[in-house]
């Protein structure tokens, strides 16, 4: 089990957190845990809370939608130094997606409830953490927008 | 003009004959072997054909050209080429509308191919300046590339030019502002400028090269007088002064400039995309190539023909065209002409013939277009 | 420039199809040999017009390997009458061959560089060549990274051969699909994404990218977003093309012809063409 100080440092190396003052880091590094998941773990499924907040140090993990009958299908795959799971951002707090590990994968996650808890009580914190995050989400909505293109289908 | 100034290597001197005796000239040619094509005025406009003797050519006829209209009356003094260009140029001997090019045959193994080639020995009688610098820009396209088409230059070595030098400029004429002409300044065999006062009608003919030479020398002309030479610089230069339009000097990079000019859409307003413009022009050589076959199956034929940028499926690739909008494609057409020829060529595609003004249906005049372009152009 | 002397260049000349491969259900690759001369040399990057005898002609870009210029080596993709007529001969069969044509990818400019292939879909066939080239004069280049994106596993092109680039120790390469089943254990996402993943010098690095112009326009944005100058970037332009000799007009593109002064352009100079609608 990895100390607090021992996660502000891992959370110091992961380039989401690049830049951010000490003093925020620490506060987040409070709601923090270090976890490892194994070739196949689901982290999360569709429709269920969404409790925690997920920065890959190293591995890959698969978005997936289930489907009925089928094997699930993949969208898109994140790796190190990817951020995942914002859904405890948005209510009802619940995950899009399913998220499984493919091979060894270790991740910080933070928890969502200590993690509101704080923002509610520092405003700017908050800023610092949104303001990470916008940048992350508009580069995915790209991407995604980019896959909807089927580019490669026959036109 | 004297023979001693300009590109010429021949210096023989010029003469005049008797316009009567122009037939003299047509015999000349045809007895040399050559398929004389001269002008000839059929459903009421000035058509470029095969003809045979010069009373075929349409002697007394004018033409009025003006944006979208075209009329040909009688002159008030008969000549024979007062008359400027109809909607037909000399592309279509040179690099005809329909040309096979091979005849494939399926075998045991596969197919073979056997290349033709139809290249009849042309005289062309009546090329006026402009029309000459549009050969010469098509010898850039078809011939001084990297590879050669080789019908087109096949036609083009055998072909022989009597050029003309125009002593009227037509309504929708333009050729000095794209310095073209109205005199014509090299590549020709032979010069034609005629001459006409109250009591005489001749032909000032010059040579331009050595088989120019050899004609010039069978026909019965007197030597060319110093007052000729005047005569005839004096008619050309009224051609000169009478234009009534001009390409503003800068149209390529105005062009270039301007390629999402709002303009475009305001003259893709009025464009029907009936591509008559790119069949009249004589530099337009965008074609196609078809493939036909037998009905058994057997033999398959490649055949070029003439295309237009103004098709709709002319830029069409899997997935569609990719100048969907009427306004992309009058762009392609004029800025290519305009401008981007430049780039691929040396000079421009725009000879000054004004036929895009006057076979347009709806009348759109490239010089004015360029001058909407670009308020602040002179 | 062709070794071979000049024949008439809208004649095609029949060649014998000594091998044929179904790549994925809709792309096959044919070998052809020269009936007459016994090698067709060509440089990577450069296409040949196919005929298919009594449909009509195609553009396609050779994808073999010019060091071994007595196969010719074709992938094509079946879109239409005449690529469907092509798909459907067999062994032993006759396709008649004009060309080469166009411009190549700039292998010897890029000596002394790093040299990042960005392929996506059918567009890793015309960069196959410029790959060979590559790792047969592994020496005279710096990292060597290929990425390649297709639709999904079932698309992927040359499975075999992008494992065996892998395998090898001096070459990086990377392929995502746009979306997978279970079964695939590699990336999913646009081919972009694996950019920032690579690891090559952005100050000294020729990047060649071919594929559908939408997924070209997104990879120059992002190799862009990296710091990788416009003069550096490569790709290979498609229009629609008839004689291939710049006699007939079909495929230019803005002022350039694709048959002469392309496919295969520097970034630089046709940045702004690329951003006019309808160009």
């Known amino acids: 089990m990895v100390k607090v100080e021992g996660l502000d440092k891992l959370m110091a190396e992961h380039p989401f957190f690049q830049g951010m003052d000490e003093a925020s880091r620490k506060t987040l590094s409070g709601c923090a845990r270090n976890e490892r998941f194994d070739d196949g773990d689901y982290i999360a499924h569709e429709g269920k809370a969404a409790e925690r907040f997920y920065f890959i140090r190293s591995g890959t993990v698969a978005l997936e939608f289930h489907m009925q009958g089928q094997d699930g299908l993949i969208i898109e795959t994140l790796h190190d130094g990817d951020v995942f799971g914002w859904s405890w951002m948005v209510p009802p707090y619940e995950w899009a997606y399913d998220i499984r590990a493919v091979g060894l994968t270790r991740v910080i996650s933070l928890e969502a409830t200590c993690l509101r808890k704080k923002l509610k009580k520092d405003n700017a914190l908050g800023f610092e953490l949104y303001s990470r995050f916008v940048p992350v989400m508009a580069k995915r909505l790209y991407s995604a927008r980019q896959q909807l293109t089927d580019m490669y289908g026959k036109s | ?378 | 420039m062709s070794t071979q002397p000049k024949p008439d260049p809208m004649t095609p000349v029949p060649f014998t199809i000594v091998r044929r491969r179904q790549e994925l259900k809709d792309t096959f690759t044919v070998e052809l040999t020269p009936a007459s001369a016994n090698r067709f040399a060509f440089q990577p990057g450069q296409f040949n017009m196919l005929y298919a005898f009594g449909v009509g002609e195609v553009p396609i870009s050779i994808s073999g390997d010019p060091g071994n210029p007595e196969k010719l080596v074709h992938t094509v993709r079946n879109v239409g009458a005449v690529t469907d007529a092509l798909s459907k001969l067999k062994k032993g069969a006759e396709i008649g061959v004009r060309g080469p044509f166009g411009s190549p990818w700039p292998i010897v400019e890029a000596e002394g560089n790093d040299v990042v292939i960005v392929a996506g879909g059918i567009g890793l066939a015309p960069l196959r060549p410029a790959i060979e080239h590559v790792l047969a004069n592994r020496s005279k280049y710096g990292r060597f990274v290929i990425l390649y994106g297709a639709r999904s596993p079932a698309d992927v092109l040359y499975m075999k051969q992008l494992q065996n680039w892998r395998g090898r120790l001096d070459t990086y390469v990377d392929v995502t699909v746009d979306h997978a089943g279970r079964d695939w254990a590699g990336n999913v996402g646009v081919v972009t994404r694996l950019i920032g993943r690579a690891n090559f010098d952005t100050h000294h690095v020729k990047v060649f990218i071919c594929g559908p112009e939408l997924m070209m326009r997104f990879t120059i944005k992002e190799l862009s977003d990296q710091g990788v100058s416009k003069d550096d970037i490569y790709v290979s332009m498609e229009r629609n093309m008839k004689c291939a000799i710049g006699h007939c007009g079909h495929c230019q593109f803005g002022g350039h012809f694709i048959c002469k002064d392309g496919p295969v352009f520097p970034y630089a100079r046709i940045e702004s063409l690329m951003q006019v609608r309808g160009m």
């Open chain 2, 1 to 378: 003009m004297s023979t001693s100034d300009s590109s010429q290597v021949h210096v023989s001197q010029a003469r005049v004959i008797e316009a009567t005796r122009l037939d003299s000239l047509v015999k000349a040619l045809r007895k040399s072997g050559y398929t004389t094509i001269g002008p000839k005025a059929r459903d009421g406009a000035v058509v470029l054909e095969k003809f045979s003797s010069a009373d075929e050519l349409p002697l007394g006829l004018v033409d009025d050209q003006q944006p979208g209209a075209y009329r040909l009356s009688k002159a008030k003094k008969p000549a024979y080429f007062d008359f400027t260009h109809g909607a037909q140029t000399w592309k279509r001997y040179l690099f005809p509308p329909k040309e096979k090019l091979w005849t494939a045959q399926k075998t045991a193994a596969g197919f073979e191919v056997q290349a033709e080639v139809d290249a009849p020995k042309y005289a062309f009688i009546g090329v006026r300046a402009c029309e000459l610098a549009a050969i010469q820009i098509q010898d850039k396209v078809f011939v001084d590339g990297e590879h050669t088409a080789t019908g087109y230059k096949a036609r083009r070595d055998k072909a022989l030019i009597v050029a003309l030098n125009c002593r009227r400029a037509g309504g929708t004429c333009f050729c000095t502002s794209m310095d073209t002409g109205p005199k014509v300044k090299d590549g020709f065999d032979l010069a034609l400028t005629e001459l006409t006062t109250k009591d005489s009608h001749t032909f000032l003919v010059e040579a331009g090269s050595e088989r120019g030479e050899k004609i010039l020398a069978r026909l019965d002309g007197r030597l060319a007088t110093g007052d000729d030479l005047k005569a005839a610089k004096k008619a050309v230069n009224k051609a000169a002064k009478s234009m009534g339009r001009d390409m503003p000097k800068d149209a390529a990079k105005v062009l270039a400039d301007n390629l999402e000019s709002p303009r475009w859409q305001e003259i893709a307003k009025r464009c029907l995309d009936c591509a008559n413009c790119t069949m009249v022009c004589p530099t337009c050589f965008c074609n196609t190539t078809t493939d036909t076959t037998s009905l058994d199956g057997q033999t398959s034929e490649r055949w070029r023909q003439w295309d237009s940028c103004f098709t709709l499926d002319f830029s069409y690739i899997h997935g569609g065209a990719i100048r969907r909008d009427g306004a992309q494609r009058y762009r392609q057409w004029m800025s290519h002409k305009l401008s981007t020829w430049h780039d691929q060529f040396g000079v421009s595609g725009c000879v000054g013939c004004g036929r895009c003004i006057t076979w347009c249906p709806v009348g759109i005049d490239i010089t004015a277009e360029v001058r909407a372009m670009a308020p602040k152009t002179k």
